[in-house]
């Protein structure tokens, strides 16, 4: 009588034993459900900045731009690569989450910078054509300018050097142009959200 008592507890232990490790299955089928919709995610949001980029038809794009992008495209292709092994550690896919995260909110930011300078750029040189022939300096500048956009592809560059010569002509003009292509954009420029996010 004592053996069958104690057969039916190891018994109900053991049945025990199985129902948590079902759960933890069944917590780590969740987990993985989660970090493979993660992951589906980043990969739509590493496409749509790309397409960003090429619908605007920019002459170049900078090259540490493109080091960036390409860096965080290879850590979508690891995570996607480690999420296909037949033992998942998701501990490891958690943290490699977790940056891929960081990482691709900075490229958005590096994105959104590259296009509104290129913008910005492109419209300010436009602006400058009004007093380049009656002011030698806007000229030289819009020229450098031009150079810094077509050849060179440093898009804050050619916006930082027009815009300085324009302030000087007619006080004023960069940010009322500046406001005005955020106001079009339907956002407010960067340094604005950042001041508000200290406040």
Same mark, same amino acid.
């Given at each position: 009588?004592?053996?069958?008592?104690?057969? =039916?507890?190891?018994?109900? =232990?053991?049945?025990?034993?199985?129902?948590?490790?079902?759960?933890?299955?069944?917590?780590?089928?969740?987990?993985?459900?989660?970090? @493979?919709?993660?992951?589906?995610?980043?990969?739509?949001?590493?496409?749509?900045?790309?397409?960003?980029?090429?619908?605007?038809?920019?002459?170049?794009?900078?090259?540490?731009?493109?080091?960036?992008?390409?860096?965080? @495209?290879?850590?979508?292709?690891?995570?996607?690569?480690?999420?296909?092994?037949?033992?998942?550690?998701?501990?490891?896919?958690?943290?490699?989450?977790?940056?891929? =995260?960081?990482?691709?909110?900075?490229?958005?930011?590096?994105?959104?910078?590259?296009?509104?300078?290129?913008?910005?750029?492109?419209?300010?040189?436009?602006?400058?054509?009004?007093?380049?022939?009656?002011?030698?300096?806007?000229?030289?500048?819009?020229? =450098?300018?031009?150079?810094?956009?077509? @050849?060179?592809?440093?898009?804050?560059?050619?916006?930082?050097?027009?815009?300085?010569?324009?302030?000087?002509?007619?006080?004023?003009?960069?940010?009322?142009?500046?406001?005005?292509?955020?106001? @079009?954009?339907?956002?407010?420029?960067?340094?604005?959200?950042?001041?508000?996010?200290?406040?």
């Amino acid at each position: 009588l004592a053996h069958q008592e104690q057969q =039916q507890k190891d018994l109900h =232990q053991i049945e025990e034993q199985q129902g948590e490790i079902l759960k933890s299955v069944a917590g780590l089928a969740d987990e993985e459900r989660q970090a @493979r919709e993660t992951l589906r995610q980043f990969d739509f949001k590493l496409h749509s900045l790309r397409r960003q980029v090429e619908n605007i038809n920019l002459p170049g794009i900078p090259q540490d731009y493109l080091d960036y992008f390409f860096v965080v @495209r290879d850590e979508v292709e690891q995570l996607a690569t480690d999420m296909d092994q037949p033992r998942i550690d998701m501990e490891r896919i958690t943290k490699q989450l977790l940056i891929i =995260q960081t990482d691709l909110d900075t490229l958005g930011e590096k994105t959104n910078d590259l296009l509104d300078s290129a913008e910005l750029a492109e419209q300010l040189i436009q602006y400058a054509n009004r007093y380049a022939t009656s002011h030698q300096d806007v000229a030289a500048a819009s020229k =450098q300018a031009a150079q810094l956009f077509e @050849r060179d592809h440093q898009y804050a560059q050619a916006l930082e050097t027009i815009a300085t010569v324009l302030d000087k002509v007619e006080p004023g003009s960069y940010k009322r142009l500046e406001d005005a292509y955020y106001e @079009r954009k339907g956002r407010k420029k960067p340094s604005d959200e950042s001041l508000e996010k200290g406040a």
